[in-house]
């Protein structure tokens, strides 16, 4: 099963804050919009999230269609269809994708700790 690329998503308090930690940490803003809360950040293969005021937990973030470098790939798995494989697996969901649809769609499920895992595809 591939699940597209990884992020963390960090719910944090204070964007500015958090961005001018995260830039010491040698990270640079590839994506996002501050004026909207939230930013993305790489550090090599590492991308983080920073949202500040949209969910309140930090999420595991995965991008079917998507590069760890925020280019889309020519294939992937389709986040429908990855739900499709996990409900047969029995894995219960918090949010579906709307199986009717195509295009963007997302999902969330949470693992046996209760941390949030989002599947969200763009395209």
Sequence with gaps: ????????????????????????????????????NWLMLQNGGCVIGLFEGMFEKNILTFN??????AEPLESFTDVRELQKQLKSEGVAFEAEADEA???????????????????????
């Design 1 to 36: 099963m591939q699940l597209g690329a990884f992020s963390l998503s960090l719910a944090v308090k204070n964007l500015a804050a958090s961005k001018a930690f995260y830039l010491k940490l040698g990270f640079k803003v590839f994506g996002g919009d501050e004026s909207q």
């Design 64 to 69: 079917p269609g998507w590069k760890e470098t």
């Design 101 to 123: 649809s195509t295009g963007p769609g997302s999902f969330l499920i949470h693992d046996p700790d209760g941390n949030p895992v989002l599947v969200d595809q763009h395209r």
